[in-house]
């Protein structure tokens, strides 16, 4: 008797310690990454945070699928930063409002969806169209990474980027756009006064993300 309720409690003190182990693993991984994709988003990092909070004491609470996702991802924040471009600009207080108010929308329309049993829209998405939003997503994504890596701010007064400015500006009366190319131009232009420091932690933090996937290939 006694030596089963040993067992019982060494096998109930094992399951707590490897319940442990993954929540700090969790943890460890997803505080950076929530905090990245905050600023993909163009919100403070904070809001990274609860984003990684949250969304996963709810997820505890009404689902246990293994295919849904409990926190934001690269692709959910680059749309949202790009639709708060329209309401308010980066630093604004009323873009956090704003991107409340799209999380609370979006929970509704997908409240909708599953009430009706709408999934089955998404087959109507073409190949394609799926292919070149991931190609843009990355793209976009990429380069605003690529920036902070360097840890320099872009070299504006240029004639070219004063240039490329005033295209964008004229580009934008006829088509709606948030100048990718401004971005790009002052990209280029930061390379010059790139932080050797902040380079050689991205560029190591990249290989050493390379090396694990091969590792564990």
């Known amino acids: 008797m006694a030596h089963g309720v040993f067992r019982f409690a060494g096998n109930d003190l094992g399951k707590s310690s490897r319940e442990i182990s993954a929540g700090i693993t969790l943890a460890a991984l997803i505080i950076p990454l929530n905090i990245g994709y905050a600023q993909v988003a163009g919100l403070p990092p904070v809001f990274g945070l609860y984003a990684g909070i949250i969304p996963l004491a709810i997820f505890a609470l009404f689902t246990s699928s293994r295919n849904a996702v409990g926190s934001p991802d690269v692709a959910s924040s680059a749309i949202v930063g790009a639709v708060l471009i329209g309401f308010a ?10 991107a409340l108010a799209l999380a609370m929308m979006c929970g509704l329309l997908f409240f909708v969806f599953w009430f009706f049993r709408l999934a089955f829209l998404a087959n109507f998405l073409s190949r394609a169209v799926l292919a070149g939003f991931i190609t843009g997503l990355g793209t976009e994504v990429l380069t605003n990474q690529v920036r902070k ?23 934008a009366t006829s088509v709606d ?19 050797l420091y902040s380079v050689a932690i991205g560029l190591g933090a990249f290989v050493i993300v390379r090396a694990n996937e091969k590792i564990h290939a």
Do not use: C, K
């Open 89 to 98: 600009p980066i630093g604004d207080p009323l873009r956090v409002q704003y």
């Open 177 to 195: 756009t948030t100048g990718y190319f401004v971005e790009l131009i002052a990209l280029f232009e930061s390379i010059p006064h790139a932080n």
């Open 149 to 171: 890596i360097l840890g320099a701010s872009h070299g504006g007064g240029s004639g070219l980027e004063v240039f490329v400015q005033q295209l964008h500006g004229a580009i």
